[in-house]
């Protein structure tokens, strides 16, 4: 199975700053690699899929990137609403396994 | 609007059975691939079980392999999941999910969960 390893585990940080969360894929996963968000008590939403394409109704400040292994999710000029937890998740082969998750806290 | 909506949820003892439901409405049910993804207290996500559109392609976590079987109902617009000889480690919040068309790995619609605790 492809191991997804997601950094950090938790994050703070300020309203208007710009974060970067990280996934390491155990092998190529040819950018077939999605993003979530989870609010406390919420179901997930998706974010981005094929690493970089970004989901219908997400904002802009959002983006993915990356290819091979590494990939990662920027947000830029945080807003109150994307303080949350956020997962990646492989594409490539089942079992479509997900990252540990990072929480992104208020500071 | 799209919406699913689990039922069936609820205590079980250990090595008992339960079946979860999933009411999909919104969308023409019968062209989508539906999941099962779980998420334990305070953990992450994990993905359980696939089905696609017509139940030709069916796949489970190596977890639950052998003991859950997953299934839908198109005429009924409805996802099942049965789930037996329950074990502790299966308590869960357990969320329907839809396959984005074209972009199978994908699930861009959930629902709101059904709580499912194993234990004596």
């Known amino acids: 199975d492809i191991q997804m390893t997601q950094s950090p585990a938790s994050l703070s940080a300020s309203l208007g700053e710009t974060v970067t969360i990280e996934c390491l894929a155990s092998?190529?996963?040819?950018?077939?690699l999605a993003w979530y968000q989870q609010k406390p008590g919420k179901s997930p939403q998706l974010l981005i899929y094929?690493?970089?394409s970004l989901h219908t109704g997400v904002p802009s400040r959002f983006s993915g990137s990356g290819s091979g292994t590494q990939y990662s999710l920027k947000i830029n000029s945080l807003q109150p609403e994307d303080f949350a937890s956020y997962y990646c998740?492989?594409?490539?082969?089942?079992?479509?396994?997900f990252g540990a998750g990072t929480k992104l806290e208020l500071k | 609007e799209v919406q699913l909506v689990e039922s069936g949820g609820g205590l079980v003892q250990p090595g008992r059975s339960l079946k979860l439901s999933c009411l999909a409405s919104?969308?023409?049910?019968?062209?989508?691939?539906m999941n099962w993804i779980r998420q334990a207290p305070g953990k992450g996500l994990e993905w359980v079980a696939s089905?696609?559109?017509?139940?030709?392609?069916?796949y489970y976590a190596d977890t639950v392999k052998g003991r859950f079987t997953i299934s839908r109902d198109n005429a009924k617009n409805t996802l099942y999941l049965q789930m037996t000889s329950l074990r502790s480690e299966d308590t869960a919040l357990y969320y329907c999910?839809?396959?984005?068309?074209?972009?199978?790995?994908?699930?861009?619609?959930w629902g709101q969960g059904a709580s499912v605790t194993v234990s004596s």
């Open positions: 998740q492989n594409g490539l082969s089942a079992p479509n396994t």
């Open positions: 089905i696609s559109s017509s139940s030709s392609y069916i």
């Open positions: 094929d690493a970089s």
């Open positions: 999910a839809r396959q984005k068309r074209r972009v199978p790995y994908v699930m861009d619609a």
């Open positions: 919104g969308f023409t049910f019968s062209n989508y691939g």
């Open positions: 092998e190529d996963i040819y950018d077939i």
